[in-house]
């Protein structure tokens, strides 16, 4: 081969690498893999899955602003220079709801929190959290008892029904058909309404027992046995009805026990029903509720406690009498609401509710004591607009009358409010 040739060759073979190297350059790379954020639609709108999981979460707020015009009767706030004439509150909540499909049932969690300023004060709100997983329910979350908790978009004034959230673990067998039953365990301490004046003397002398305080010492011991909680319920096309029934441990605390020799822990309990019924022929949305409680010695149950003014009434749940006997207190409450959708974007709607207590016993060493019955009654009604999805703004307004039978004075409520109210 010539010289000429062979550089010839040479320059062809460089000229050639490089072409390919070029060429090699100019191909794409592959990218890495994105794990994009699925929807999930297993459990309805607004879920999507965790990445790298197969949990589906859904976060959701809602952020509420109110103005509360306070008792303008003539025992109320607005006749004592000391109590505040309105109350202005903002509050913010956050939920999550993560759930994950098992081989024995869904397994979810549940987070509430909320963060509230009122008349300048700030506080974090817990709210309902829990774990469910199948028919099993652990954690912080509504009374199993409590049944329906009204229908007026702000509720100015208290209403006597069980509306209570509380630590508890419960079991919830579906039978079909919208049929169920529930067993719970509940911490027996949210629902202990008992209150005494207590005087410490050299002899430990019991002085005075009251039935129903404004503040005062509780009368409850420690806590030994949870309440035992049973409902029977159903969800079909027409609406919703529950039964309830309710065993409370009446526990009293060591002092009346060593005061009165041995104070009898006795069983108190309660039972519950109601109904809700969807009124289509009205118009779609409308619907109807009432109902029940009864109690003995677990005034909760049935509502037996609420404010006024700046106070927080709560009707005793037994007393100690002479021989130190435990007295328990009975009592009923009977309630009613309405929802009507007058048109797609107004709702009215109204409560009612009417309770009845009876004395907590014969303490013949109690002087200056309410033993008689306590009647309440209240109303409450609002008017709702919800001008675009997830807005909502209302205006209430509520009234309350208080009956005790005895020397004290019986008292009146009268309240006007309104909400604008973002749920996203």
Not at 85 to 114: C, M, P
Not at 165 to 190: C, K, M, P, V, W
């Given at each position: 081969?010539?010289?000429?040739?062979?550089?010839?060759?040479?320059?062809?073979?460089?000229?050639?690498?490089?072409?390919?190297?070029?060429?090699?350059?100019?191909?794409?790379?592959?990218?890495?893999?994105?794990?994009?954020?699925?929807?999930?639609?297993?459990?309805?709108?607004?879920?999507?899955?965790?990445?790298?999981?197969?949990?589906?979460?859904?976060?959701?707020?809602?952020?509420?602003?109110?103005?509360?015009?306070?008792?303008?009767?003539?025992?109320?706030?607005?006749?004592?220079?000391?109590?505040?004439?309105?109350?202005?509150?903002?509050?913010?909540?956050?939920?999550?709801?993560?759930?994950?499909?098992t081989e024995f049932g869904v397994l979810r969690?549940?987070?509430?929190?909320?963060?509230?300023?009122?008349?300048?004060?700030?506080?974090?709100?817990?709210?309902?959290?829990?774990?469910?997983?199948?028919?099993?329910?652990?954690?912080?979350?509504?009374?199993?008892?409590?049944?329906?908790?009204?229908?007026?978009?702000?509720?100015?004034?208290s209403r006597n029904w069980s509306d209570t959230?509380?630590?508890?673990?419960?079991?919830?067998?579906?039978?079909?058909?919208?049929?169920?039953?529930?067993?719970?365990?509940?911490?027996?301490?949210?629902?202990?309404?008992?209150?005494?004046?207590?005087?410490?003397?050299?002899?430990?002398?019991?002085?005075?027992?009251?039935?129903?305080?404004?503040?005062?010492?509780?009368?409850?011991?420690?806590?030994?046995?949870?309440?035992?909680?049973?409902?029977?319920?159903?969800?079909?096309?027409?609406?919703?009805?529950?039964?309830?029934?309710?065993?409370?441990?009446?526990?009293?605390?060591?002092?009346?026990?060593?005061?009165?020799?041995?104070?009898?822990?006795?069983?108190?309990?309660?039972?519950?029903?109601?109904?809700?019924?969807?009124?289509?022929?009205?118009?779609?949305?409308?619907?109807?509720?009432?109902?029940?409680?009864?109690?003995?010695?677990?005034?909760?149950?049935?509502?037996?406690?609420?404010?006024?003014?700046?106070?927080?009434?709560?009707?005793?749940?037994?007393?100690?009498?002479?021989?130190?006997?435990?007295?328990?207190?009975?009592?009923?409450?009977?309630?009613?609401?309405?929802?009507?959708?007058?048109?797609?974007?107004?709702?009215?709607?109204?409560?009612?509710?009417?309770?009845?207590?009876?004395?907590?016993?014969?303490?013949?060493?109690?002087?200056?004591?309410?033993?008689?019955?306590?009647?309440?009654?209240?109303?409450?009604?609002?008017?709702?607009?919800?001008?675009?999805?997830g807005f909502e703004i209302g205006a209430d307004?509520?009234?309350?009358?208080?009956?005790?039978?005895?020397?004290?004075?019986?008292?009146?409520?009268?309240?006007?409010?309104?909400?604008?109210?973002?749920?996203?």
């Amino acid at each position: 081969m010539s010289v000429l040739n062979y550089k010839s060759l040479l320059l062809g073979a460089a000229a050639a690498a490089a072409a390919t190297t070029a060429q090699a350059a100019d191909l794409p790379v592959a990218p890495e893999p994105v794990d994009y954020v699925r929807v999930c639609d297993a459990y309805g709108a607004r879920f999507y899955y965790i990445p790298g999981t197969e949990t589906c979460l859904r976060v959701g707020g809602r952020v509420r602003t109110q103005f509360v015009v306070n008792n303008v009767m003539n025992d109320g706030a607005w006749g004592d220079r000391d109590e505040d004439g309105y109350s202005w509150r903002t509050q913010g909540y956050l939920y999550l709801d993560a759930r994950t499909a098992t081989e024995f049932g869904v397994l979810r969690a549940f987070v509430e929190l909320s963060q509230r300023a009122e008349n300048d004060t700030e506080s974090l709100d817990f709210g309902s959290t829990y774990i469910q997983w199948g028919g099993l329910t652990a954690g912080y979350n509504n009374s199993n008892f409590d049944i329906f908790t009204g229908q007026t978009f702000v509720g100015v004034v208290s209403r006597n029904w069980s509306d209570t959230t509380l630590n508890q673990i419960a079991y919830t067998a579906a039978f079909g058909n919208g049929f169920s039953a529930t067993f719970a365990l509940e911490d027996r301490s949210s629902r202990d309404q008992g209150s005494i004046n207590k005087v410490s003397t050299s002899t430990e002398t019991l002085t005075n027992t009251t039935f129903t305080t404004l503040s005062s010492d509780s009368i409850y011991g420690g806590t030994r046995m949870p309440d035992v909680v049973a409902a029977l319920g159903v969800s079909q096309g027409w609406g919703s009805a529950q039964l309830s029934g309710a065993l409370h441990q009446v526990y009293p605390d060591g002092v009346i026990n060593k005061v009165t020799g041995d104070a009898e822990d006795v069983m108190g309990w309660a039972i519950g029903a109601g109904a809700s019924v969807n009124l289509p022929m009205l118009s779609p949305g409308s619907n109807i509720f009432f109902q029940g409680f009864y109690a003995d010695g677990a005034m909760s149950y049935i509502g037996g406690s609420w404010a006024h003014n700046s106070s927080s009434i709560a009707l005793s749940d037994f007393s100690i009498d002479a021989n130190g006997g435990t007295d328990t207190r009975t009592g009923y409450s009977l309630s009613a609401g309405i929802n009507y959708q007058a048109t797609p974007t107004v709702a009215l709607a109204l409560d009612g509710s009417y309770l009845k207590a009876s004395d907590a016993g014969s303490a013949t060493a109690c002087e200056n004591c309410d033993l008689d019955d306590v009647t309440r009654w209240a109303i409450d009604g609002s008017v709702l607009w919800t001008p675009v999805e997830g807005f909502e703004i209302g205006a209430d307004v509520g009234y309350a009358n208080t009956d005790w039978g005895g020397s004290t004075a019986d008292y009146e409520d009268l309240l006007f409010g309104v909400r604008m109210q973002r749920t996203f």
